[in-house]
């Protein structure tokens, strides 16, 4: 059974920064792509940012420049930094590990999902 576990959410004016993080657990061979998507009240899930196995990441335009996702695949664990945050910016952010291999089965998984309100 794979697991994905985020952390790392909360609450922050303006300007502020936030770093997520995301641990899939379990029987894992490989992994092709993880990311982060958002969704805010009201509005579809939209991806923020995703990053493949070889390290080349991919962003939203609207977070380009602002935030940063890192991944350490022998964790398989990925990362979210979050900078010069605005209030558009509020959202449930939920991890997305596409491609799963457990050598049993090859599917994609979802985390919870951690909420980030950025006031202003």
């Known amino acids: 059974q794979v697991q994905l576990v985020e952390s790392g959410g909360g609450y922050v004016q303006a300007g502020g920064s936030l770093r997520l993080s995301c641990a899939a657990s379990g029987r894992i061979f490989s992994i092709n792509a993880m990311g982060w998507y958002r969704q805010a009240p009201g509005k579809q899930r939209e991806l923020v940012a995703v990053i493949t196995s070889g390290g080349s990441a991919n962003y939203a335009g609207s977070v380009k420049g602002r935030f940063a996702i890192s991944r350490d695949n022998a964790k398989n664990t990925v990362y979210l930094q979050m900078n010069s945050l605005k209030p558009e910016d509020t959202a449930v952010y939920y991890c997305?590990?596409?491609?799963?291999?457990?050598?049993?089965?090859?599917?994609?998984?979802w985390g919870q999902g951690t909420q980030v309100t950025v006031s202003s």
């Open positions: 997305n590990a596409e491609g799963v291999n457990t050598r049993v089965v090859f599917r994609d998984y």
